[in-house]
């Protein structure tokens, strides 16, 4: 039972990181209708600049604040030079400009910091250990990124539903020339929605660092999975984005670590071995069908 | 028949790929034999692509799964022994057909970023499915024990008749695919990407149509994938890599969309592109290391400032732009 807790907690855990993501991204799709596969990119910039201040400073806090301003910074860049004449082409255009991105991304950090993978450690004070329940000792790092992301997620609601730039943004998404005709910088705001974006995405990456591998090409994995945690959550929706990305963090992770002890239990072992991992990583893609199959808009449409 | 300038264009392409493999043994480069046979494959794959892409409008992220589920089907069999060519190259046809009615009853329900996301997914869950079976290689692949056998008729272990086979069976595609498009179905097809509306207001409706061409296309694509195992005789995931849907996306971009010739052009202009900065002795080295960047850099170029792709430069038909 413990167990299983812990492995809950783990998918919650990997919910809220593909929650930060999706949130940036399907911000990015409803009020800018861009598909940015680059978004997996600046994960990845979070993630190599984080690790990279870290491990020549030996600050922790300075390498989350600086991975967050930089990655701000380039996705504020990219949307000015690259991404900014997209708005207005047909989705093929911009799927294929942004898997240029990528290439691009990726090998400028191949060409900054090499191909291979960099793993970096916790500061001392973070590698603790808490004691939720009687014999449930989780890692506090882990913790950590579970609660900063859905202080996120509150954040976030609150921005967009109470103040006034949210509004903006809404108003936006449902009629951007009204809303230039009412005099608002509307090209100021996509890039102010396209920055706060990528800094979300790099946050997600700066909190993967210590616990993934950080290497060239990184971001495009968990990109794909965001692709799922938006279609099952519905595009557009930040409600959706959550409830798909802790549907699809717990399903991957419970799946991952029961599915071959259960299938064990109902066919022999050599079968659940080879069985249980194949049909662990495709847990996720097959919940997406069966979703889209119920309901083709997803869990919670963004009502526009 | 009378035959545009867009034809005969594309008839000179076809007979120079014909004359490959003597100019190959007459200048002892043996390589480009097997370069030029890549691209006519990976052209048979992007001339798929682009019959649902180009003119039917659906933006699939995941035709790369065909390439895999045909090249499978052929090493799956070839691992158990049965190295029947048509047997192998049946189930590649038939299987990716099959993967690709299922995959598209659920995705060509759904249009616009929705599709493409999807199509991207279930491309990487296939991409995953071939990782984890351990029988068949998993990550690290398979080496193919024999080529495809097909008797006496066709010997693929002999370069310049495996060669003609492909160039065979490409001009024969692009025939079909050709038909296909100026047929009624491809009427339909046509008109629904662009108008839907109407489409459905004169009493068709398209999803029908869709999933055929989407089922037609990933059959072709499966064709091309078991051809690509030949042509490796190695198996692995790594074709359907998501990076690999892309590619075919961008040839069909690069050769210009919604064209005959186009297919061809792209996906000989992307592979001899990505084999000039990776090899080329001209450029310097630092570009060989670095050699995505440029091609990415490229990309964006050719999709923000040249939309209508190399059939864009050949001469126009009268009459319409489709070609």
Known sequence: ?304 | MNFSARTLILLGFLLLLAAVPALAAAFKEPFYLDLFRRIMIFAIAALSLNLILGYGGMVSFGHAAYLGVGAYAVGILAHHGIHDGFLQWGLAIGASALVALVIGAVSVRTSGIYFIMITLAFTQMLYYLGISIKEYGGDDGLRLAKLSQFGDLVDLSNPTAFYYLVLGLLTLLLLLVQRLVNSRFGMVIRAAKSNEARTRAIGLSPYPYRLAAFVIAGAICGLAGALLVNQTAYLTPDFMNWTRSGELMFMVILGGIGTTAGPLLGAAALLLLEDLLQGWSLLPTWVHRYWQLYLGIILVLVVLFAKRGLAGLLPERKGGKDG
Do not use: C
């Not at chain 1, 993978?117 to 890692?139: C, F, K, M």
């Not at chain 1, 790092?141 to 954040?155: E, S, T, W």
């Not at chain 1, 006034?164 to 951007?176: H, V």
């Not at chain 1, 990184?218 to 409830?243: D, H, N």
């Open chain 1, 1 to 304: 039972m413990i167990l299983v807790l812990e492995q809950f907690l783990n998918g919650l855990q990997l919910g809220v990181m593909l929650f930060l993501m999706a949130a940036g991204l399907t911000l990015v799709f409803g009020i800018m209708n861009l598909v940015n596969l680059a978004h997996g990119s600046l994960y990845m910039v979070g993630a190599y600049l984080a690790t990279y201040v870290y491990q020549s400073t030996g600050s922790f806090a300075l390498g989350v604040a600086l991975g967050l301003a930089g990655t701000l910074v380039v996705g504020v860049v990219t949307e000015l030079v690259a991404l900014r004449t997209l708005y207005e082409r047909d989705h093929l255009d911009q799927v294929l400009a942004t898997f240029g991105l990528i290439l691009i991304f990726n090998e400028l950090i191949a060409l900054l910091w090499g191909r291979s993978a960099i793993y970096s450690t916790l500061p001392a004070y973070l590698q603790d250990h808490v004691e939720l329940l009687p014999g449930l000792r989780y890692p506090l790092f882990r913790l950590l990124i579970i609660m900063v992301g859905l202080a996120v997620a509150g954040l976030l609601w609150f921005v967009v539903a109470r103040t006034r730039l949210g509004m903006l943004i809404r108003a936006g998404a449902s009629n951007r020339t009204m809303v230039a005709a009412l005099g608002v910088n509307i090209r100021l705001l996509y890039t102010l929605v396209f920055g706060f974006g990528a800094a979300l995405a790099g946050l997600a990456g700066i909190m993967a660092g210590p616990i993934y591998s950080v290497q060239p090409g990184m971001g495009e994995l968990v990109l794909i999975q965001v692709f799922v945690v938006i279609v099952i959550g519905g595009i557009g929706s930040i409600r959706g984005a959550l409830a798909g990305a802790v549907i699809v963090g717990v399903v991957d992770t419970l799946g991952r670590a029961f599915l071959k002890p259960m299938l064990a239990t109902i066919t022999t072992p050599t079968a659940a071995d080879a069985a249980g991992p194949a049909l662990a990583s495709m847990l996720i893609y097959l919940l997406m069908a069966v979703v889209l199959a119920l309901r083709p808009e997803g869990l919670f449409p963004a009502r526009a």
